[in-house]
């Protein structure tokens, strides 16, 4: 364990050590993030940031903790990294259209379910019981990893904001990989954490004030293997199992989900990319550019801590809980106006009712 814990740290450092290098490597190859009318950052800022966290990820793989992955699974994983990541490098520097963004996500994905062995095989839910899902894995899988991959991509709109969320959720999902898992998936745990210690070395690069962006080369790499990882726990997927990582990633699914409502109920197309998201509500909510950042790592931590109440609860106490976390997450994105200002139906409900019972 000590040994791990050594090569996590440096892991860490060759993240920190290399992401100066891929700066200047951003400049060469234009890059480049220009500011216009949907960009928060007022300077040119170079991307590719996910580069260094990509190198420092798969050095501390392939050489430093080697043989704790099966090799099989290792490679397999490995070029769909490296198609995932080819796709945001061609996005930086020449700007993919969605189609052909989505046709990378998709080929990656395809990659991990029938070389890697990614893939959910069978669910289980309270009060119906377990079933094979047959035919329905691949469809249900590949979905999986496109819809992470592109929620984790949108919130990628802050500096350190999708480096910070994503070393909470990856923490949070290797603790409970490490405390649930089999000792034969131990080396899950691991993978997890080599990724939480390449973001570590990235994010003193990338808080506010930013000196380089993930871009689309860090954010799709990132929400790909989250999925990933997340994923290497729903091999038999039992309730708990199927909504922890929701639970999770209750950031990035969070903002995704609210974007495609409010563009839907203003007739807008569901690709458009408006300036709507959590983090620009909270900052036309009159919050700094940091403060939002640490408003959105407290909300993320908030997810955390409720994910790791699910395997010690029972199964009321774990219905009980999603119904909470649900009804005071609809609180919290009517009170920022997060689908629009006169859309809060469950505001106006309580008050409703808080104005019949005065009258009484």
């Avoid at 951003?26 to 007022?42: E, H, I, M, Q």
């Avoid at 994105?333 to 689908?339: A, K, M, N």
């Amino acid at each position: 364990m000590f040994n791990i814990i050594v090569k996590l740290f440096l892991t860490m450092l060759i993240a920190a050590i290399i992401t100066p290098f891929i700066r200047k490597l951003a400049f060469v190859l234009d890059a480049v993030d220009y500011p216009n009318a949907r960009r928060v950052n007022k300077k040119p800022m170079p991307t590719l940031g996910g580069l260094a966290v990509f190198l420092a990820f798969n050095f501390a793989t392939f050489v430093l903790l080697r043989p704790q992955f099966p090799t099989h699974e290792l490679f397999s994983v490995f070029l769909a990294e490296c198609i995932i990541l080819l796709t945001g490098l061609i996005d930086d520097i020449r700007e993919l259209k969605p189609l052909q963004k989505m046709s990378g996500i998709l080929l990656a994905a395809l990659v991990a379910y029938f070389l890697a062995g990614v893939k959910i095989v069978y669910v289980s839910l309270p009060l119906i019981g377990s079933f094979q899902l047959g035919w329905l894995s691949f469809p249900a899988t590949i979905l999986w990893i496109v819809a992470i991959t592109n929620a984790v991509n949108l919130i990628d709109g802050l500096d350190g904001l999708l480096t910070g969320v994503s070393i909470i959720s990856l923490t949070t999902m290797g603790i409970i990989a490490y405390f649930f898992l089999s000792t034969g998936d131990t080396y899950i745990a691991i993978w997890i954490f080599t990724m939480v210690a390449s973001l570590l070395g990235f994010l003193p690069h990338n808080f506010h004030p930013a000196k380089i962006f993930l871009g689309d080369t860090g954010s799709l790499f990132i929400g790909f293997m989250i999925a990933i990882f997340s994923l290497k726990g729903l091999k038999n997927v039992t309730f708990l199992t199927l909504i922890i990582p929701i639970v999770i990633l209750g950031v990035p699914i969070t903002d995704t989900f609210y974007a495609i409502l409010r563009r839907y109920l203003n007739h807008k197309p569901i690709s458009q990319a408006d300036r709507h998201h959590l983090h620009h509500r909270l900052m036309q909510l009159g919050l700094s550019h940091r403060q939002t950042v640490l408003v959105i790592y407290g909300l993320a931590l908030i997810f955390a801590f409720i994910s790791l109440l699910y395997p010690i609860s029972t199964l009321w106490g774990n219905i009980l809980l999603t119904i909470a976390l649900l009804i005071g997450l609809e609180l919290f994105v009517e009170s920022i106006g997060l689908v629009g200002e006169k859309r809060q139906p469950l505001l106006h409900f309580i008050q409703q009712v808080v104005q019949r019972l005065e009258k009484h």
